[in-house]
C-alpha cells in the first residue's frame, strides 16, 4: 500500500514494517524485555506508592492536606524534564528509569483509590466502630478492600502512560530498550524501524492493560456479577 | 408528660430497683449551623436532642419511637460513640465497658452496612473481629447462628447476593457476633417489606431471648458481669409494641421524652397504642 508518491524512506508501506519487524526480530526481544521491564517495575512501585498515600491519606485527613498541593505541583512537571535529573541522581542504569516511570503512574491511581475510599469509607468505617473496631480495624477491615478496585481502575489507566514513560527515559540515556531501538533508528533514518518501535510501544502497552483487566477480575470477585449485571 | 403503666411485671419491678446498665441524662446534642442555614436552624446550630434522659436496665428491651428526624438515630450515636466530632454534647451519657476500657457496645446502622468485599461468613466475623472476640471462640458460634437465622449454605454467597431480609438478618448476626452487652439498633428492619419485617421482629425477639438467658447462665459464675440490654430505634409503633420490655416516645426535633410506657404482660395487648398514638401527635 502507497499513499501519494511519499518514497519508503518517508512512509514506509505495513507489509514493509512487518518484514522489518520479522528481520529485527533477534535484536528486538532483548529491546522489549528492557522496556517491559523497566515498564512493570515503574507500574508496581508507582501503584503501590499511589496506593498507600491514598490509604494514609484517607486515615490521617491532615497528611493529605498537607501533601495535595506537593503532589498536584509534581504532577505539572514533564517526564522529559525530570529524566536528566533522575539520570544525574541515579546513573545510567534501571534505577531512575522505574523511578520516571512510578512517578508517571503513580497520580492516576492516587486520584482513583482516593475516590473509591471517599466514596464508601463513612458508611461502613462507623459499622466497624460502631462495633467496638479502632482505627486498625477499619483501616485493614474498610479503607485498605475499598481502596481496591480505584487503585485497579487507575492502574489501567496508569498501564498506558507507562510503557510511553519507560521510552521516553530511554531516549535519554540507556544501551537497550525500546527507545533506544528508535532513537538509532532515527540517527540511521531507517523510518521503517521507527514504525516497528511504535507498534511495539502500542503492542506492550496493549498487552500490560490486559493483564490488568484479568488482574481485577482476580482482585475484586465481588464486582465480577456487578459489572455483567 | 412521662407516664408509666402501673400494671408493671416482676421483671419491670427489678428493672426499676435495679441500676441501671445505661443512663443518659440531661442530654442536648447540637450540630453546629451550616453556611446558608435551612429552616428550623438557630444562630446556634441544629438542635437535634434536647434535655433528654433515658435509663436501660439490665435484660430490658427498650425502644425509642418517635417520628422521622426526631433525633432517634443521633441518640444511638451518642450512645455508640459515633457522633460527629462537630457536634455540641451536653449532659451525661454513661454506657457499660469492658475490661479493656472499651465500650461494651454493638451499634447495627439503618441500612446493614455489609462490606461488599467479604463474603457472608466473612461478613458476619466482622463483629466478632472488630470486638476482639477471639476467632476460635467466634467461628464455632457463627457457624452455629448462621443456622438459627436461616443462613445456612450462604457462608460463601457476597453481600450483593442475599435478599434484603437475608442481608438484615446477617446485619444482626454480625452484631451478635461481637458479644456486646448492649445492642444498639438503629431501625434494622426500616427498608423491608411488612412481611419479611415481621419475621425479621420474631427473630429479633427469639434472639433476645436467648442472648437474655445465656447472660443471665453466664452471670451465676460472673459477678463482675455488667448485663445486657437492646435499645432498639423505630419510628413503627407495632414494631415497638411486639418487641420492647419499654416504650420511650420522642417529641419532633429537637427530641425529648414525651411519654414513656411498659409492658403489661398479662392483658390482652401489651401496650395502650391509643396513648401512644396521641403522644406521637403530639
Avoid at chain 1, 23 to 45: D, I, K, N, S
Avoid at chain 1, 98 to 105: D, I, K, N, Q, R
Avoid at chain 2, 109 to 135: E, F, K, S, T
Amino acid at each position: 500500500m502507497r499513499i501519494g508518491d511519499l518514497p519508503p524512506f518517508v512512509l514506509p508501506s505495513p507489509s514493509q514494517v512487518v518484514a522489518t519487524a520479522i528481520e529485527q526480530a533477534p535484536l528486538l526481544g532483548q529491546h522489549v524485555a528492557t522496556t517491559a521491564t523497566e515498564a512493570v517495575l515503574g507500574l508496581a512501585m508507582g501503584t503501590m506508592l499511589g496506593w498507600l498515600l491514598a490509604v494514609l491519606t484517607s486515615a490521617f485527613p491532615t497528611s493529605g492536606q498537607i501533601s495535595q498541593p506537593v503532589v498536584l505541583l509534581s504532577q505539572t512537571i514533564p517526564t522529559v524534564v525530570l529524566a536528566p535529573l533522575m539520570i544525574l541522581w541515579a546513573g545510567y542504569g534501571l534505577t531512575p528509569k522505574v523511578t520516571l516511570v512510578a512517578l508517571t503512574v503513580f497520580f492516576p491511581v492516587l486520584v482513583a483509590a482516593t475516590a473509591a475510599i471517599r466514596d464508601v469509607d463513612a458508611e461502613y468505617s462507623d459499622t466497624v466502630a460502631g462495633l467496638g473496631g479502632g482505627k486498625v480495624h477499619q483501616l485493614l477491615l474498610v479503607r485498605l478492600p475499598a481502596s481496591v478496585p480505584g487503585a485497579l481502575a487507575g492502574l489501567r489507566i496508569a498501564a498506558t502512560y507507562a510503557v510511553g514513560a519507560a521510552v521516553v527515559s530511554e531516549y535519554l540515556a540507556g544501551e537497550s530498550g525500546i527507545g533506544v531501538f528508535i532513537q538509532r533508528s532515527r540517527k540511521a533514518y531507517a523510518v521503517d524501524q521507527i514504525f516497528v518501535g511504535i507498534a511495539l510501544i502500542a503492542i506492550l502497552s496493549a498487552l500490560m492493560v490486559a493483564a490488568i483487566v484479568a488482574l481485577r477480575r482476580v482482585a475484586t470477585p465481588w464486582q465480577i456479577n456487578l459489572v455483567s449485571t | 408528660m412521662t407516664t408509666t403503666a402501673s400494671n408493671t411485671d416482676r421483671t419491670s419491678e427489678a428493672h426499676r430497683s435495679s441500676e441501671p446498665i445505661l443512663s443518659v441524662r440531661d442530654l442536648t446534642i447540637t450540630f453546629p449551623a451550616s453556611r446558608g442555614g435551612r429552616g428550623g436552624r438557630q444562630d446556634g446550630g441544629l438542635t437535634v436532642l434536647d434535655a433528654l434522659s433515658l435509663e436501660v436496665h439490665d435484660g430490658e428491651f427498650v425502644a425509642v419511637l418517635g417520628p422521622s428526624g426526631c433525633g432517634k438515630s443521633t441518640l444511638l450515636r451518642a450512645l455508640g460513640g459515633l457522633l460527629d466530632a462537630r457536634a455540641r454534647v451536653e449532659g451525661t451519657i454513661a454506657v457499660p465497658s469492658d475490661a479493656s476500657g472499651r465500650r461494651a457496645t454493638a451499634w447495627m446502622p439503618q441500612r446493614d452496612g455489609l462490606l461488599p468485599w467479604r463474603r457472608a461468613m466473612a461478613n458476619a466475623m466482622v463483629g466478632a473481629i472488630a470486638a476482639g472476640v477471639p476467632r476460635d471462640r467466634a467461628k464455632p458460634r457463627a457457624q452455629h447462628l448462621f443456622k438459627e437465622f436461616g443462613l445456612t449454605g450462604f457462608e460463601r454467597a457476597w453481600p450483593h447476593e442475599l435478599s434484603g431480609g437475608m442481608r438484615q438478618r446477617l446485619a444482626l448476626l454480625r452484631t451478635c457476633l461481637a458479644e456486646r452487652p448492649v445492642l444498639l439498633l438503629d431501625e434494622p428492619f426500616g427498608g423491608l417489606d411488612p412481611v419479611t419485617r415481621r419475621r425479621m421482629n420474631a427473630w429479633l425477639a427469639t434472639v433476645h431471648l436467648t442472648e437474655k438467658a445465656a447472660a443471665a447462665d453466664a452471670e451465676v459464675g460472673d459477678a463482675s458481669k455488667s448485663g445486657s440490654g437492646v435499645v432498639l430505634v423505630t419510628h413503627d409503633i407495632d414494631e415497638a409494641m411486639t418487641l420492647a420490655d419499654r416504650i420511650v416516645v420522642l417529641s419532633d426535633r429537637p427530641g425529648r421524652v414525651v411519654h414513656e410506657a411498659r409492658a403489661q404482660q398479662r392483658r390482652g395487648e401489651r401496650y395502650d397504642r391509643g396513648a401512644l398514638l396521641s403522644a406521637l401527635d403530639c
